[in-house]
């Protein structure tokens, strides 16, 4: 059993920026690939981004340029790093590990 633990959320105006974290429990998160999605209210879950074990990142078109994911191994972290936000990236932000588990999500509020 794997557990995911999200933080980093909460209240930007546009134009603005967040950093959300993600830390997983278990000894196997340097070889699992590793995801961000998000969902807002009357849609479906949709990827934002993934990465590999060795690396390989993959964006939703529309958030290319503006997020970066990340991770570190050594701290069974990973990271979305947010800029340039605007309303429509309002969502609930979910981690998910390996495609498996996921965590409880956290809330992303772009407003003015």
């Known amino acids: 059993q794997v557990q995911l633990v999200e933080s980093g959320g909460g209240l930007v105006q546009p134009g603005g920026s967040l950093r959300l974290s993600c830390a997983a429990s278990?000894?196997?998160?340097?070889?699992?690939?590793m995801a961000w999605y998000r969902q807002a209210p009357g849609t479906e879950r949709e990827l934002v981004a993934r990465i590999t074990s060795g690396g390989i990142i993959n964006y939703a078109d529309s958030v290319k340029g503006r997020l970066t994911i990340s991770r570190a191994n050594a701290k069974n972290t990973v990271y979305l790093q947010m800029n340039s936000l605007k309303p429509e990236d309002t969502a609930v932000y979910y981690c998910?590990?390996?495609?498996?588990?996921w965590g409880q999500g956290t809330q992303v509020t772009v407003s003015s």
């Open positions: 998910n590990f390996a495609g498996i588990y």
């Open positions: 278990g000894s196997i998160f340097n070889i699992a690939t």
